[in-house]
């Protein structure tokens, strides 16, 4: 990769990191979005996942203190479960078909709680299992698993920290069993690890200056401003299919 593409490689990453430590979410989907305009989606894809587990290690560690930890281990084993399902099934399922529900039902439900009273999902063992399985299933298949979880542990009530935390307790285990199941599959090219040994540091500084930015603002805009991150999720996940 020539100098110029190395910046704006590492530009990109910045940009989705910040908004992945303002939110708590959307480095993966910003991230190959971006990139993608600039390389080959598959290599984009294989850079960001690489680069993604130390984002959300990194955002995890700093707000580790403020985990629900009842809520992840109700959760934990139905993610890991959908995303081993997902791997495994990911040759038979329409991916594009799935993806652009998935995509509408988050635009639907973003902008419920955008326009209307605030949807309030039942903490109850199969909500627990719904939105772990589905996400898991998403996010093995096509490594778009986060809207379901996203848009289940928002509805909770809580601080924007413990929010965010929560939600990367559970990315850690979905993004470690993805790469684990999918490690057969194919051994990454040196270049990938080249290019995200390279922006990896971007990523931890994007990510530190959004969620410190995070931490300024009011509850209910932080809830205001993560519904309206997951409605532009949604509508890409529909665009993309």
């Known amino acids: 990769m020539s100098p110029d593409g190395v910046l704006v490689t590492s530009l990109l ?8 430590g303002l939110f708590g979410f959307g480095f993966g989907i910003v991230a190959t979005a971006g990139l993608s305009l600039t390389m080959d989606l598959v290599h984009a894809a294989n850079l960001v996942n690489l680069a993604s587990p130390f984002v ?15 809520p992840v281990r109700r959760i934990a084993p139905w993610l890991l479960a959908g995303v081993a399902a997902g791997v495994l099934a990911l040759a038979s399922l329409d991916a594009r078909v799935l993806v652009r529900a998935l995509g509408a039902v988050v635009v ?35 490594n778009s698993g986060g809207p379901p979880l996203i848009a289940y542990v928002y509805s909770r009530p809580g601080t924007p920290d413990q929010l965010k935390a929560t939600l990367q307790a559970l ?43 995070s931490a300024r603002l009011p509850s209910e805009r932080f809830r205001r401003l993560a519904w309206a991150g997951l409605l532009a999720l949604g509508v890409v996940l529909g665009v993309r299919g």
């Not at 990453?13 to 992945?20: D, E, I, N, R």
């Not at 959300?56 to 930890?69: C, I, K, N």
């Open 13 to 20: 990453v910045l940009f989705a990191s910040f908004v992945a």
């Open 56 to 70: 959300t290690a990194s955002l995890f560690w700093q707000l580790r203190g403020h985990v629900a930890w009842g």
């Open 108 to 142: 639907a439900i973003s902008l419920w709680n955008l326009s209307a009273r605030p949807l309030r999902v039942p903490e109850t063992r199969l909500s627990d299992a719904v939105a772990g399985g589905l996400s898991g299933l998403f996010g093995g298949a096509f």
């Open 171 to 213: 990315f850690l285990c979905s993004t470690f069993a993805r790469m684990a199941f999918a490690s057969a599959q194919g051994v990454m090219e040196r270049s990938v690890l080249w290019e995200a040994t390279l922006a990896t540091p971007f990523a931890l500084a994007g990510q530190y200056v959004g969620n410190a930015l």
